[in-house]
């Protein structure tokens, strides 16, 4: 029933940009806050930086200042957008919608980043 789809992902090099997005289907997107999380080999899943319903953001320490977050929710897309790359960057990139008030959230398969020193 519902769907998410990451795309944008690739090789970059270091100091490099990327712009993830994730494409939501099959719900009302608007009811959901939306978040990029990321998973290295051997490390536990991490958030990387969430949006609200309404659009405030919140970012981990270790992108903040470097990748934003943003919706669209005409296009039902969440977007991220990854500035100054670093090696440590490197991971799969997953979106993640978490619909208000049930904590029901949904997840899509991942997009891998990789950059190079």
């Known amino acids: 029933q519902v769907q998410l789809v990451e795309s944008g992902g690739g090789l970059v090099q270091a100091g490099g940009s990327l712009r993830l997005s994730c494409a939501a289907s099959?719900?009302?997107?608007?009811?959901?806050?939306m978040g990029w999380y990321r998973q290295a080999p051997g490390k536990q899943r991490e958030m990387v930086a969430s949006i609200s319903r309404t659009g405030s953001t919140n970012t981990a320490d270790s992108v903040k200042g470097r990748f934003s977050i943003s919706r669209d929710n005409a296009k039902n897309t969440v977007y991220l957008q990854m500035n100054s790359l670093r090696p440590e960057d490197t991971a799969v990139y997953y979106c993640?919608?978490?619909?208000?008030?049930?904590?029901?959230?949904?997840w899509g398969q991942g997009t891998q980043v990789t950059v190079s020193s």
């Open positions: 993640n919608a978490e619909q208000a008030y049930t904590g029901n959230d949904f």
């Open positions: 099959r719900i009302t997107f608007s009811y959901y806050s």
